[in-house]
């Protein structure tokens, strides 16, 4: 929760090489993402129209969908190349994920919201309930022992920050967290998720289809639809 | 937070289906185990009571009625063997005893049985018990009463007691056409002994002397007679009980001496087994055909294949209900698979492994199995409780229906493995849930 120590001698958070993925069936969906990286704890905005695949990525880079072809490494490690269990335990351990939707937990309160990423982390269980009630309280939530859907939205948000940096992992993705805010709110919350990425070591790649984001973010990433001319990753930098 | 967190989660989210499935399995579980431990307890049951007698000698129609009116009570004989047969019955082979009872009469509805002292001396209800006394004497002569610890329970009747009994037992239905019971209030019967109970029919019975049975009804015989001769003459009886003679044991003809049953212990030499000598003496009383004789463990035996019958329905229809409650917790599983696998998808974000979910959801089935499995444990006690007390009012039938840890064990682990399987297809379900699909803003 401290401000992370000197990450130049961590892997990349982030590489991404040559990604093809095209879902089975859909005539013409798909994507392309030619190279990526992510330095530890940096922060990328990802960009693009919708339709043009920025969650079918988040979700091949957290491993739950596997590309045709190309390589995706979190934290140094190839992600794809592991066999299922051993990829969701890293997934339980290196990445974060944030929904637009947040998909708390329902019926849960905001602690074992954030209790539930922690049990399959590899972070030692006896730290699950400090680690767990720090995150909230420094998130300002107070009522950690609320169910989820009597929260507030903005609280709710708040519970699905803490719970992506919970497990401390390398790489948070947030998949258009501020989608469904107003702007001001959307601002607020953007800033949180910055912030507490910075604050917990957690590089982040964001999904945004919202120009005004673009600021926020010291690089920004164009995701362009396959087969439109422009290769994903060409322009790299470019927007910022 | 742990596994078990998750599962109670999930159980109470949805708390009617929870309640209402563990319930079903339960009844199903309970169901199971009545009828288990019914079973051995009623057969139990009802090889007390005939005790170490070999052979039941009656005048009734068929070996089972006689068994049953006349060592469990069920009815009234509606014949009986005449004395004059009884006394010819040692000459047809070596007996250890032959005990005359005359069944028929009643107090407060429950029944009287008539016979010899022998009754407490010989003949033992239980194999392996004799009679014992609570308080008093066994009787020693007409018109003394011992009295059945239910019987005592029921009536309150107290040693000192004077009562009259009534002729002829409650009729039933189907016996309307039966000469009403009537009591005979001339004729006084004194307590004179409690027995302790013995965990048989006999216990909710009254015992006295087969004179006093003999007395009353061959007075009523004889005053029939006399009306029936009075009629004849023309002359209105004027029945006068005071100025009428008792009658006393010695004064009775032996056609007033009917016997409804004899209870009977094949003589054995000395070091033998008498289980030889049974059928031989069972097949030459079976010649004679103005007698009925039963060997009461066959028939108990042949009574229970009867009701074996009906108890392998009832079990199958146990097992029906036990598979058709597998099948509820199954829908129940997988009624809650669209709520399930937004749930699902999360965890798997979060790090779950498949095989970690399917663990969950296979737990989450099996704690359905195993509180379905308290619940009918629980019923099944109260239950078995509830039947023994009822038949042991009614028929003072003692069923101590016990619960082995084998047959506990049997059902508890019948009904978590059913849970298991009723898991499975939930189970596989959720471990085949695509997380991406289900990850889809739903709001």
Not at chain 2, 95 to 109: A, H, K, N, R, W
Request: aromatic share 6%; charged share 20%.
């Amino acid at each position: 929760m401290t401000a992370t120590t000197n990450t130049s001698d961590r892997p990349a958070a982030l590489e991404v090489e040559g990604v093809r993925f095209q879902y089975p069936g859909a005539e013409g969906f798909g994507l392309e993402m030619g190279s990526l990286v992510l330095a530890a704890g940096e922060q990328v905005l990802l960009t693009g129209g919708s339709g043009t695949g920025k969650s079918t990525l988040l979700q091949i880079v957290a491993g739950l969908l596997d590309p045709q072809s190309g390589r995706v490494c979190v934290a140094g490690r190839d992600v794809h190349a592991m066999p299922g269990p051993a990829r969701d335990r890293f997934r339980g351990s290196q990445i974060g994920m944030i929904f637009q939707t947040f998909n708390l937990l329902q019926g849960f309160s905001a602690l074992e919201n954030v209790m539930a990423a922690l049990m399959f982390s590899t972070l030692p269980r006896a730290e699950y309930d400090a680690r767990a009630r720090g995150l909230l309280g420094s998130l300002g939530i107070a009522r950690v022992t609320s169910r989820v859907e009597n929260l507030s939205v903005g609280q709710q948000q708040r519970v699905a920050v803490a719970r992506a940096v919970a497990c401390r992992p390398a790489l948070v993705l947030a998949d258009e967290p501020t989608a469904s805010l107003d702007p001001e709110n959307a601002r607020a919350a953007i800033e949180l998720i910055q912030q507490t990425c910075r604050e917990n070591g957690a590089a982040l790649l964001c999904t945004s289809h919202d120009p005004s984001m673009r600021e926020r973010f010291a690089r920004v990433q164009a995701l362009a639809a396959p087969g439109s001319g422009v290769l994903a990753g060409a322009g790299e930098g470019g927007a910022a | 937070m742990n596994d078990w967190t998750i599962i109670r989660r999930s159980l109470s989210s949805r708390v009617l289906s929870t309640w209402l499935t563990s319930l079903s399995v339960g009844v199903a579980v309970a169901l199971m185990l009545v009828l288990l431990m019914m079973r051995d307890s009623g057969r139990r049951a009802f090889e007390r009571g005939s005790g170490n007698m070999h052979l039941l000698i009656s005048a009734e129609s068929d070996p089972l009625s006689s068994v049953l009116n006349s060592i469990f009570y069920a009815g009234a004989p509606r014949r009986a063997v005449a004395w004059t047969k009884f006394e010819q019955l040692p000459r047809l082979a070596p007996f250890e005893f032959l005990i005359p009872i005359q069944t028929g009469d009643s107090f407060q509805g429950l029944p009287v049985l008539g016979s010899t002292p022998e009754f407490f001396s010989k003949f033992k209800p239980d194999p392996e018990q004799g009679w014992r006394l609570r308080e008093g004497r066994f009787f020693e002569r007409e018109f003394e009463l011992v009295v059945g610890a239910r019987a005592a329970a029921a009536t309150g009747l107290a040693i000192g007691d004077r009562v009259p009994l009534t002729h002829g037992m409650p009729r039933r239905r189907g016996e309307e056409n039966l000469p009403a019971p009537h009591v005979h209030d001339e004729f006084k019967f004194e307590v004179v002994g409690i027995l302790e109970p013995t965990g048989s029919a006999h216990d909710r019975a009254i015992f006295t002397d087969i004179n006093g049975s003999w007395i009353i009804h061959a007075r009523d015989l004889r005053e029939a007679a006399e009306i029936e001769a009075a009629k004849k003459r023309g002359e209105v009886h004027v029945h006068d009980h005071e100025a009428e003679d008792a009658i006393t044991p010695a004064d009775l003809r032996p056609d007033e001496k009917p016997v409804t049953a004899i209870y009977a212990r094949v003589a054995s030499r000395p070091g033998s087994d008498a289980s030889a000598a049974i059928p031989a003496t069972f097949s030459r009383l079976r010649a004679d055909p103005s007698i009925q004789v039963a060997q009461p463990a066959q028939e108990i035996s042949r009574l229970f294949a009867i009701v074996g019958n009906v108890d392998q329905i009832l079990l199958a229809l146990a097992v029906v209900v036990f598979l058709s409650s597998g099948v509820s917790i199954l829908l129940s599983m997988y009624n809650s698979m669209d709520q399930r696998r937004r749930q699902v998808a999360v965890l798997r974000v979060l790090g779950a492994t498949r095989g970690r979910i399917f663990r969950l959801v296979l737990g989450e089935s099996l704690i359905l199995g195993l509180i379905g499995a308290v619940f009918g444990l629980l019923m099944a006690l109260v239950g078995t409780h509830v039947v023994a007390l009822e038949m042991r009012a009614r028929l003072g039938l003692v069923l101590e229906p016990a619960l082995t840890p084998t047959l506990g064990a049997l059902v508890l682990g019948g009904a978590i493995v059913l849970a298991g399987v009723a898991g499975l297809i939930p189970a596989v379900a959720a471990y085949r849930t695509s997380v991406a699909r289900n990850l889809r803003p739903l709001g």
